[in-house]
């Protein structure tokens, strides 16, 4: 407990959960979101601007498997380079391309884990990319974490009610 919650009382202490508990509709489902504590969203903003080399690489390892097939048929007008360690296709990077892939995926994911499941005895500390991906078709998964991003960090103009 902090000083502050300390300070607050009791009846805040008791309520805290339902004052950082948002909620949106899709679909005609209610979701609620776990709103995260400064230190939290650092710890994500962290974890999906800094995708570990594992991940990466076996991205990329995914995106060039068949780019490396014809590495030996390749000819200069053709747009794909091989350099030593990256696939260059038509000017843009594969590696560059696994990043950013990884970066959304984590981001995806870190969101994802926000949404507080209907059972209070779940958890979805656990979830990884690859159930979401089981789940959720890609405009979902954006539309989702649209919505999530709304309520966890509205916009100066909705806080205005303009």
């Known amino acids: 407990m902090s000083k502050l919650s300390a300070t607050l009382g009791e009846k805040y202490q008791t309520k805290r959960e339902s004052i950082f508990t948002r909620t949106f509709e899709l679909g005609g489902h209610t ?14 903003y962290k974890r999906v601007m800094n995708p570990t080399t594992e991940v990466v690489d076996a991205l990329y390892n995914a995106m060039t ?10 000819t200069p007008d053709s747009g794909i380079e091989f350099l030593e360690d990256d696939v260059v296709v038509q000017g843009r990077s594969m590696r560059e391309a696994a990043n950013t892939k990884a970066m959304t995926e984590a981001k995806i994911t870190e969101y994802i884990k926000l949404l507080l499941p209907e059972n209070p005895a779940d958890t979805m500390a656990d979830i ?3 159930d979401i991906e089981a789940e959720f078709p890609l405009a979902i998964q954006l539309t989702l974490i649209e919505k999530i991003s709304e309520v966890i960090s ?4 909705e806080n205005r009610g303009n």
């Open 31 to 44: 979701f609620k979101v776990r709103i995260p504590s400064v230190a939290e969203s650092d710890g994500i």
């Open 65 to 74: 498997e068949n780019l490396l097939k014809f590495k030996h048929e390749a």
């Open 128 to 130: 990884t990319y690859a």
């Open 154 to 157: 509205p916009s100066y103009k």
